[in-house]
């Protein structure tokens, strides 16, 4: 059983920054992958941005060269820098791993960008 819980939501305006974390009670080096996806209210659950842990990047085409996900072995931590917000970026991020088969979520952080 994998544990992942995420931090570092809010509350900014248009043009700002927020960096998420996602911290992993298991190795995060033993994980095929992970990632963050969003989620508004009634719509399916989307790709954000994936890491490999041969450092393999691949994010949605609504965020390329905005946001930037990254992996800190020492301390288990998945994050996602997102720079240039913009409202539409306005969802419930969530954490995922993809360990043996097996798909982990942490519980979600708000992120709201008002214009």
């Known amino acids: 059983q994998v544990q992942l819980v995420e931090s570092g939501g809010g509350l900014v305006q248009a043009g700002g920054s927020l960096r998420l974390s996602c911290a992993s009670s298991?190795?995060?080096?033993?994980?095929?992958?992970m990632g963050w996806y969003h989620q508004d209210p009634g719509k399916q659950r989307e790709l954000v941005a994936t890491i490999t842990f041969g450092s393999i990047a691949n994010y949605a085409d609504s965020v390329k060269g905005r946001f930037t996900i990254s992996a800190d072995n020492a301390k288990n931590t998945v994050s996602l820098q997102m720079n240039s917000l913009k409202p539409e970026d306005t969802a419930v991020y969530y954490c995922?791993?993809?360990?043996?088969?097996?798909?982990?979520w942490g519980q979600g952080t708000q992120v709201t960008v008002s214009s």
């Open positions: 995922n791993a993809q360990l043996y088969g097996n798909n982990y």
């Open positions: 298991a190795n995060i080096f033993s994980m095929r992958v």
